[in-house]
């Protein structure tokens, strides 16, 4: 029997992420079951944001509820854009990725990961906790069509090419999320 859980999420690649590895759970959006509340990521850290959400989607519906923060540090950058990721730039993924090279012009260090902290919390009160890494470096200009956010920007250590020119299943198969969500689900 498959079980039922809200991603506190409206990113419909975030929502194909996690369908595609959380297997035998229906996961849906929180628009989907009821939920059209704007939550605010008030958290210091990415796990504290995910918390944030989840809980306040599954307090509202009294259902079970998952949500993810993620983003990219790059070394030089002290770990920016970090929690702000998404809102970088203040504009979307095009002006985030423009401002993100603009700001590692004639950077010799590189390095990059991505991290994803996932919060699934329970009608209960019960929550678990996973998160996950992958490590890469920052490209000179955008490689590939795939993907969202920053991921022709990012050459992955593990596949030797950019997220944005991998397929789904080899992003999956090394990336943050999909290394947080294994995380989660040997807890579950």
């Known amino acids: 029997m498959t079980k039922k859980v809200v ?6 690649h975030k929502l194909e992420e996690f369908r595609a590895i959380l297997r035998g759970w229906d996961v849906v959006f ?6 059209t509340d704007e939550v605010e990521e008030t958290g210091r850290t990415f ?4 918390e ?4 306040a989607v599954c307090k509202a519906l009294g259902v079970p509820a998952i949500a993810d923060d993620s983003g990219l540090c790059v070394d030089a950058l002290g770990g920016a854009p970090g929690v702000y990721s998404a809102r970088y730039s203040g504009g979307g993924d095009r002006e985030n990725r423009a401002l993100l090279l ?3 012009e004639g950077v010799k260090d590189r390095r990059a990961c991505f991290v994803s902290a996932i919060a699934f919390v329970f009608p209960d009160g019960k929550i678990i906790r996973a998160e996950g890494k992958t490590y890469g470096e920052i490209l000179p200009e955008e490689r590939g069509e ?3 956010g920053y991921d022709c920007l990012f050459l992955s250590d593990d596949l030797k090419k950019s997220f944005g020119e991998a397929t789904e299943e080899e992003k999956n198969s090394v990336s ?3 290394r947080a969500l ?3 689900e040997a807890q579950l």
């Open 7 to 12: 991603l506190a999420s409206s990113n419909r």
């Open 30 to 35: 929180a628009s989907e079951a009821g939920f």
């Open 47 to 50: 796990a504290e944001n995910a």
């Open 52 to 55: 944030i959400k989840a809980r």
């Open 102 to 104: 603009k700001n590692m």
């Open 146 to 148: 795939h993907g969202f």
């Open 176 to 178: 943050h999320r999909g």
């Open 182 to 184: 294994r995380a989660l």
